[in-house]
């Protein structure tokens, strides 16, 4: 059964190189959102195995906001999508549910590897929890 992955990401070109990557790697995209809140209501649909997350969202909520209250209500691996490697963003955006940052451009290889990584890192910590 292919790992579910939701995107949520405001510039429609990514989401565009990111889908066609999801596929390729044989992912199911379960939906793209462009705001926070959005993210949100998918995960209480559809819940993803993973998400990727740009940090600096539209709207109310930002990327980090919007990752912590996904951990609160859903426990679901987040990793970071950014283009900003200043030291506070790093620093805010790592959360009990970060499981991997992909700085832009992101290539399929590094996607796929960092997807691989965040499964397997929250399946560990989750019965390690148990």
Excluded: R
């Excluded at 939906?31 to 649909?45: F, L, M, P, R, Y």
């Excluded at 030291?87 to 009990?96: C, F, N, V």
Aim: one cysteine or more.
């Amino acid at each position: 059964m292919a790992k579910k992955i939701l995107i949520v990401e405001d510039d429609k070109m990514l989401c565009t190189i990111f889908e066609m990557f999801i596929t390729q790697l044989n992912y199911e995209l379960i939906g793209i959102s462009q705001t926070g809140k959005e993210a949100i209501d998918i995960c209480k649909v559809n819940k993803p195995d993973v998400i990727l997350m740009d940090i600096h969202l539209e709207g109310d909520l930002n990327g980090i906001e919007t990752s912590k209250k996904i951990h609160e209500l859903f426990n679901i691996p987040i990793i970071f999508v950014t283009s900003d490697i200043e030291e506070l963003t790093i620093q805010s955006a790592t959360y009990k549910n970060t499981y991997g940052f992909l700085m832009k451009p992101v290539y399929k290889s590094t996607l796929g590897v960092t997807v691989e990584f965040a499964l397997a890192k929250h399946k560990f910590d989750n019965k390690k929890s148990h």
